[in-house]
């Protein structure tokens, strides 16, 4: 069975750090993109960030650009979303997500086939 796992979130004090990991299963990810994903009650899912198959590609949102990193352990079969600087508006339940492109980095939920249940990140003192 293919399927994405995500852990890692937790409550988290404004400016620290945290890091979310998308552990699959059932699929190589030498084949897949991942992306993170996040959303908040009464909005839209949002796409974070992404990262190419063969992990030397990726893509950022503006608001995380420069606080976020996006990462790829293909011996583990996992990815990471490192997040430093945490703001209050990072708290969302963050959620990835695998498509099966080469090179590709597509920035539309709909592109995806592979979800995870999500993980709930919340910045708050």
């Known amino acids: 069975q293919l399927q994405v796992v995500e852990s890692g979130g937790t409550l988290v004090q404004p400016g620290g750090s945290l890091r979310l990991s998308c552990a699959a299963s059932g699929f190589s990810l030498d084949y897949y993109t991942i992306g993170w994903f996040r959303q908040v009650p009464g909005k839209e899912r949002e796409v974070v960030s992404c990262i190419s198959n063969k992990g030397d590609s990726t893509w950022y949102t503006n608001s995380v650009k420069g606080r976020f990193t996006i990462s790829k352990d293909s011996a583990k079969n996992t990815v990471y979303l490192q997040m430093n600087s945490l703001k209050s508006e990072d708290t969302a339940v963050y959620y990835c997500?695998?498509?099966?492109?080469?090179?590709?980095?597509?920035?539309?939920?709909?592109?995806?086939?592979?979800w995870g249940q999500g993980t709930q990140v919340t910045v708050s003192s």
């Open positions: 997500a695998a498509g099966r492109y080469s090179d590709y980095l597509p920035l539309s939920a709909d592109e995806y086939d592979y």
